[in-house]
């Protein structure tokens, strides 16, 4: 195909595509799919080799967001049955990361809900990140702490983050059809104070909220054009008791579509296969690891998500292998952008990302502490309270069961999975 033969060439010289032929890919038949995949595959493997790097969610603090961000389950307003804490003490937070570690993970996400950190929380997030360098120091960490103020983003480099995640999510067209309590212009923001004191750029999208295949096109190039250094691909999972409940408009097909539009506009950025991983490319997700070189380990913000030793197993059997600590991700031409931003340059928005990691809750949050971010990633979990007793005994409980499918392949189910296991004394899934 002419079209795939073009995107090859343009992907190995690190050039990007036409808005046009980035169009193509989404339109292409699944006749075409492996076709699709293995052009993209190539431009992956030439930039990334194998490698598939290992990243790992704490939550610092769950659920009751004063933002109404449509897809996710902490929004303003959400009935979605899920865990809400307040802020994890640092040793807490720190153990929890030590779990994705030791499961192989090279970054840890430390996320917390809300509209936006206070200089307090800044605090916390210091402290916690010192907790977990001392214990480790060549791990990698990103805040995703929502929308931030002057001077925040240089407080968290000179604490030793690494990086900042905060989202674009959708096209600036349709922003406001998902959002009304900040904007899109909000989000660069964020995105570019996080540029400016020299974080790695992390910022990406989620798919299936209704978008046109414009939208998704849009959204990519202007995360190519901040600078993003890794773009995390969410695939929207419709919580029950959110304004997008109904919302299954994805197969595995699309999503690799997705995937694989997402690597041939960004060829020599991490792509990373984020929340809704399990539930839409199912028994394809070892395909998208062709694709893409980066994937969430383990669980979600609000719920269970593949259990990490399973993707481990399948990162080997697809004949791929984890990204070592002493390796780096980015080709050298772009990790030599990223050390002259140490100076103040080069990085990604913060704000929210795939919400997932496993944390341990500490107290109920008031409604004054409480906020949320980030596409939360996962599945609808029960209802616990984290500093119940009753929280100890739901590790692990049941299994996933399949949803009905309808004629045309889409999924109309919620899917339901195990509690996960916060506030217990158990491992989380790495």
Not at 56 to 71: A, F
Request: glycine share 12%; hydrophobic share 40%; net charge negative.
């Amino acid at each position: 195909m002419d079209l795939l033969d073009t995107l090859t060439a343009k992907g190995l010289r690190g050039e990007i595509p036409t808005r046009e032929e980035a169009l193509a890919v989404l339109a292409t038949t699944d006749d075409e799919l492996l076709d699709v995949v293995a052009a993209a595959g190539r431009v992956r493997r030439q930039w990334f080799g194998r490698r598939v790097k290992l990243n790992y969610l704490v939550n610092l603090k769950s659920g009751l967001c004063p933002e109404d961000c449509s897809y996710c389950s902490q929004r303003l307003g959400s009935k979605a049955e899920i865990l809400k804490y307040t802020w994890l003490k640092p040793d807490q937070a720190a153990e929890a990361a030590k779990a994705g570690v030791a499961g192989g993970a090279k970054r840890v996400c430390l996320v917390a809900s809300g509209r936006g950190p206070t200089d307090r929380d800044i605090d916390r997030v210091a402290d916690t990140i010192s907790a977990i360098k001392d214990a480790d120091p060549a791990v990698e960490i990103c805040a995703c702490l929502g929308l931030l103020s002057d001077n925040q983003a240089e407080r968290l480099r000179a604490a030793g983050a690494d990086a900042y995640n905060h989202n674009l999510n959708t096209s600036e067209g349709t922003y406001g059809d998902i959002t009304t309590t900040h904007t899109y212009a909000d989000r660069v923001d964020t995105v570019q104070k996080a540029h400016g004191a020299g974080l790695s750029a992390c910022s990406g999208l989620i798919a299936g909220m209704g978008e046109s295949d414009g939208d998704l096109v849009d959204v990519v190039f202007a995360l190519r054009e901040l600078g993003s250094d890794s773009v995390p691909v969410n695939f929207l999972i419709p919580f029950e008791g959110t304004p997008l409940a109904k919302e299954w408009n994805l197969t595995p097909q699309r999503c690799l579509r997705i995937l694989a539009m997402v690597r041939f506009v960004c060829p020599d950025v991490e792509v990373r296969i984020a929340g809704g991983r399990e539930v839409h490319l199912r028994s394809l997700q070892p395909l998208g690891l062709h694709i893409a070189n980066s994937i969430f380990l383990g669980d979600y913000l609000t719920s269970e998500g593949q259990a990490g030793q399973a993707d481990l197993d399948m990162i080997k059997d697809a004949g791929f292998e984890v990204e070592g600590a002493g390796e780096a991700t980015l080709p050298r031409h772009r990790a030599d952008i990223a050390a002259a931003a140490e100076g103040g340059a080069c990085g990604t928005g913060g704000g929210c990302g795939p919400c997932g990691g496993h944390a341990a809750p500490a107290e109920q949050p008031t409604a004054e502490q409480a906020g949320g971010c980030g596409p939360c990633g996962g599945h609808a979990a029960p209802a616990v309270e984290a500093d119940t007793a009753e929280a100890t005994e739901t590790a692990g409980a049941g299994t996933a069961v399949a949803g009905a499918n309808t004629g045309d392949g889409l999924r109309s189910d919620l899917v339901r999975v195990r509690r996960r296991g916060a506030g217990t004394e158990l491992a989380p899934n790495a």
